[in-house]
């Protein structure tokens, strides 16, 4: 079964850091573009930061920046995401996305969400 | 960054009707766009991409069409499992955004 799993969520204070996880099982991982997009409560989604299969590639949202940081560990069939400086306005649902093969941008598995609280 | 704006936000709909939801862009995004299903508590669902192309497992009901800055989501007959919050999304030079969303809602 095709499956990403996210963990590392959690409450934090403003200006602290986290590290989000997502495991990948039931695909080639190493294959494929991995992204994460955000959810903020009652809110539409928001793309956060995507990775091409190699990390050759690596883009982020002007949201985050300078503060956030995409990986990959192959080896793992992991994808992580790096959460520095937070604010509240980082309060969101994270989901880590597959990128669909050929289509560029378009997300045909996603993990079921971490939860990241910013608040003091 | 291209702006994606859906219409109607919310749009009520009973069982057997036809239901239609726009995208426009803000720029031509040459058809990297696709479609998202999503029902409160769960992750987002792949339901059309490159403007029209049904995923696999999508029933046939869904279909998409348009290109340049307009775009629509049809739903031939609605049915029980499809009232929830729709989602376009564009892709361009390795940038992506969504619309808002469009609830449809039982009437």
């Known amino acids: 079964e095709v ?14 850091s ?13 294959v494929y573009a991995m992204h994460w997009v955000r959810q903020a409560p009652g809110k539409g989604l928001e793309w956060v930061s995507g990775i091409s299969w190699n990390s050759g590639s690596i883009g982020y949202a002007d949201s985050v920046k300078g503060r956030f940081t995409i990986s990959r560990d192959n080896a793992k069939n992991s994808l992580y995401l790096q959460m520095n400086s937070l604010r509240a306005e980082d309060t969101a649902f994270y989901y880590c996305a597959k990128e669909k093969l050929g289509v560029p941008g378009t997300f045909d598995i996603w993990g079921q969400g971490t939860m990241v609280t910013v608040s003091s | 960054d291209i702006q994606m704006t859906q219409s ?8 057997g009707d036809r239901v239609t939801i726009t995208c ?5 995004i040459s058809g990297w766009l696709a479609w998202y299903q999503q029902k409160p508590g769960k992750a987002p669902k792949l339901l059309i991409y490159k403007a029209s192309s ?11 069409s348009g290109s340049g800055t307009e775009f629509t989501l049809t739903i031939s007959s609605v049915q029980p499992d499809d009232f929830a919050t729709y989602y376009c999304q564009q892709y361009n030079s390795y940038s992506q955004t969504f619309g808002q969303g469009t609830k449809v809602e039982i009437k």
Do not use: K, W, Y
Not at chain 1, 19 to 28: M, N, V
């Open chain 2, 8 to 15: 109607p936000s919310t749009l009520s709909a009973s069982v």
């Open chain 2, 24 to 28: 426009r862009a803000s720029q031509s």
């Open chain 1, 18 to 30: 986290l590290r989000l996880s997502c495991a990948a099982s039931g695909f080639t991982f190493d």
């Open chain 1, 3 to 16: 499956q990403l799993v996210e963990s590392g969520g959690g409450l934090v204070q403003p200006g602290t």
């Open chain 2, 54 to 64: 049904l995923e696999s497992g999508v029933p046939s009901r869904f279909s998409g």
